[in-house]
Protein backbone atom coordinates (compact mmCIF):
# COMPACT_ATOMS: atom_id res chain seq x y z
CA UNK A 1 0.00 0.00 0.00
CA UNK A 2 1.47 3.37 -1.13
CA UNK A 3 0.05 6.48 1.25
CA UNK A 4 1.16 9.81 0.89
CA UNK A 5 2.12 11.58 4.10
CA UNK A 6 1.92 15.76 3.94
CA UNK A 7 1.63 18.02 7.02
CA UNK A 8 2.33 21.46 8.78
CA UNK A 9 1.06 23.03 5.92
CA UNK A 10 0.68 25.85 7.84
CA UNK A 11 -1.28 28.30 5.45
CA UNK A 12 1.49 27.66 2.13
CA UNK A 13 -0.88 27.00 -0.57
CA UNK A 14 2.42 27.54 -2.96
CA UNK A 15 4.11 24.77 -0.87
CA UNK A 16 1.36 22.37 -0.94
CA UNK A 17 1.00 22.63 -4.63
CA UNK A 18 4.13 21.68 -5.05
CA UNK A 19 3.58 18.35 -2.58
CA UNK A 20 0.82 17.30 -4.27
CA UNK A 21 1.90 17.76 -7.94
CA UNK A 22 4.63 15.30 -6.41
CA UNK A 23 2.10 12.92 -4.58
CA UNK A 24 -0.74 13.00 -7.72
CA UNK A 25 2.56 11.22 -10.07
CA UNK A 26 2.87 8.56 -7.68
CA UNK A 27 -0.59 7.27 -7.53
CA UNK A 28 -0.68 6.67 -4.03
CA UNK A 29 -3.69 4.02 -2.36
CA UNK A 30 -4.09 6.44 0.64
CA UNK A 31 -3.31 10.28 1.45
CA UNK A 32 -2.92 11.76 5.42
CA UNK A 33 -3.02 15.04 6.18
CA UNK A 34 -0.60 15.48 9.88
CA UNK A 35 -2.27 18.77 11.04
CA UNK A 36 -1.25 22.45 11.06
CA UNK A 37 -3.45 23.35 7.82
CA UNK A 38 -3.73 27.03 8.17
CA UNK A 39 -1.65 28.27 10.92
CA UNK A 40 0.28 30.36 8.78
CA UNK A 41 0.19 33.44 6.22
CA UNK A 42 1.38 32.30 2.32
CA UNK A 43 -2.36 32.48 1.17
CA UNK A 44 -3.89 30.55 4.20
CA UNK A 45 -7.26 30.53 2.85
CA UNK A 46 -6.25 29.21 -0.83
CA UNK A 47 -3.96 26.60 1.55
CA UNK A 48 -7.48 26.30 3.13
CA UNK A 49 -9.81 25.13 -0.19
CA UNK A 50 -7.09 23.26 -1.71
CA UNK A 51 -7.19 20.75 1.10
CA UNK A 52 -10.42 20.61 1.44
CA UNK A 53 -10.15 19.93 -2.19
CA UNK A 54 -8.05 17.31 -1.59
CA UNK A 55 -9.81 15.95 0.97
CA UNK A 56 -13.80 15.45 -1.42
CA UNK A 57 -11.27 13.86 -4.37
CA UNK A 58 -9.01 11.56 -2.10
CA UNK A 59 -10.45 11.38 0.72
CA UNK A 60 -7.59 12.90 2.90
CA UNK A 61 -7.14 11.47 6.07
CA UNK A 62 -6.79 14.11 8.67
CA UNK A 63 -5.34 14.79 11.99
CA UNK A 64 -5.93 17.58 14.10
CA UNK A 65 -2.52 19.56 15.16
CA UNK A 66 -1.46 22.12 17.72
CA UNK A 67 -1.70 25.17 15.74
CA UNK A 68 -5.50 23.16 14.80
CA UNK A 69 -6.36 23.47 17.86
CA UNK A 70 -5.29 26.95 19.11
CA UNK A 71 -7.48 28.26 15.97
CA UNK A 72 -10.33 26.35 17.59
CA UNK A 73 -10.11 28.24 20.75
CA UNK A 74 -13.04 31.25 22.16
CA UNK A 75 -10.43 34.28 22.09
CA UNK A 76 -10.07 36.15 25.16
CA UNK A 77 -8.15 39.12 26.81
CA UNK A 78 -5.17 36.44 27.97
CA UNK A 79 -5.33 34.38 24.37
CA UNK A 80 -1.92 33.39 23.91
CA UNK A 81 -1.35 35.26 20.24
CA UNK A 82 -4.69 36.41 19.75
CA UNK A 83 -4.11 39.09 17.35
CA UNK A 84 -2.85 36.68 14.71
CA UNK A 85 -5.82 34.04 15.55
CA UNK A 86 -8.03 37.32 14.87
CA UNK A 87 -6.44 37.64 11.48
CA UNK A 88 -7.03 33.88 10.92
CA UNK A 89 -10.60 34.03 11.87
CA UNK A 90 -11.12 37.15 9.69
CA UNK A 91 -9.00 35.75 6.55
CA UNK A 92 -10.68 31.97 6.38
CA UNK A 93 -14.01 31.01 5.54
CA UNK A 94 -16.39 30.96 8.87
CA UNK A 95 -15.93 27.88 10.55
CA UNK A 96 -12.53 26.98 9.70
CA UNK A 97 -11.47 27.11 13.07
CA UNK A 98 -13.96 24.86 14.29
CA UNK A 99 -13.24 22.20 12.07
CA UNK A 100 -9.72 21.87 12.20
CA UNK A 101 -10.07 22.04 15.97
CA UNK A 102 -12.58 19.31 15.51
CA UNK A 103 -9.98 16.79 13.97
CA UNK A 104 -9.29 13.56 15.84
CA UNK A 105 -5.78 13.56 17.13
CA UNK A 106 -4.82 10.66 15.43
CA UNK A 107 -6.25 7.89 12.36
CA UNK A 108 -5.45 4.19 11.40
CA UNK A 109 -5.05 3.16 8.27
CA UNK A 110 -3.92 -0.40 6.37
CA UNK A 111 -6.19 -2.14 8.35
CA UNK A 112 -4.55 -0.49 11.49
CA UNK A 113 -1.05 -1.07 10.82
CA UNK A 114 0.03 2.33 10.11
CA UNK A 115 -1.04 5.38 12.81
CA UNK A 116 -0.80 8.82 12.01
CA UNK A 117 -0.81 11.84 14.32
CA UNK A 118 0.93 15.22 14.70
CA UNK A 119 2.99 15.20 17.71
CA UNK A 120 2.08 11.61 19.32
CA UNK A 121 -0.82 9.36 19.26
CA UNK A 122 -2.60 11.27 22.10
CA UNK A 123 -1.40 15.21 21.95
CA UNK A 124 -0.88 17.61 19.20
CA UNK A 125 1.04 19.57 21.14
CA UNK A 126 4.11 16.82 22.15
CA UNK A 127 7.03 15.87 20.36
CA UNK A 128 7.07 12.08 19.94
CA UNK A 129 11.04 12.46 18.99
CA UNK A 130 12.30 15.50 21.30
CA UNK A 131 12.64 16.31 25.15
CA UNK A 132 12.98 19.44 24.78
CA UNK A 133 15.75 20.40 22.28
CA UNK A 134 17.33 16.71 22.75
CA UNK A 135 16.68 13.38 21.41
CA UNK A 136 13.89 11.57 23.34
CA UNK A 137 15.04 8.60 24.63
CA UNK A 138 14.18 5.29 23.74
CA UNK A 139 11.77 4.28 26.94
CA UNK A 140 10.03 8.20 26.63
CA UNK A 141 9.01 7.35 23.13
CA UNK A 142 7.73 4.09 24.03
CA UNK A 143 6.04 5.45 26.81
CA UNK A 144 4.14 8.51 24.39
CA UNK A 145 3.54 5.19 21.86
CA UNK A 146 1.97 2.89 24.55
CA UNK A 147 -1.39 2.15 23.39
CA UNK A 148 -1.04 1.89 19.69
CA UNK A 149 -2.95 -1.15 19.04
CA UNK A 150 -2.13 -2.51 15.72
CA UNK A 151 -0.16 -0.35 14.61
CA UNK A 152 3.65 -1.12 12.96
CA UNK A 153 4.23 2.13 11.59
CA UNK A 154 4.01 5.29 13.26
CA UNK A 155 3.82 8.99 11.20
CA UNK A 156 3.63 11.99 12.99
CA UNK A 157 4.25 15.45 12.25
CA UNK A 158 5.29 18.45 14.35
CA UNK A 159 9.06 17.72 14.66
CA UNK A 160 10.40 20.46 13.26
CA UNK A 161 13.83 19.99 15.28
CA UNK A 162 16.99 21.98 16.82
CA UNK A 163 18.84 18.83 17.57
CA UNK A 164 22.03 18.04 16.46
CA UNK A 165 20.88 15.64 13.33
CA UNK A 166 24.57 14.39 13.76
CA UNK A 167 23.04 11.77 16.42
CA UNK A 168 21.37 9.41 14.34
CA UNK A 169 20.92 6.69 17.02
CA UNK A 170 17.14 6.80 16.53
CA UNK A 171 16.87 7.10 13.02
Not at 25 to 50: E, I, K, M, S
Not at 54 to 62: G, I, Q, W
Not at 69 to 89: D, I
Not at 103 to 125: C, F, M, Q
Request: with cysteine.
Amino acid sequence: MKIAVFGDVHGNRFALEAVVADIERHTPDAWVNLGDQVFGGADLAGAWRLQQQLKARYSVLEVRGNTDERLGETLTETTEKRAMLEWLHQTLPEGTGASVAALPSNATLANGTVLAAHGTPDSAWTYLLLEGKTWASDALILERLDDIGEARVVIVGHSRSTCDRSDRSLW
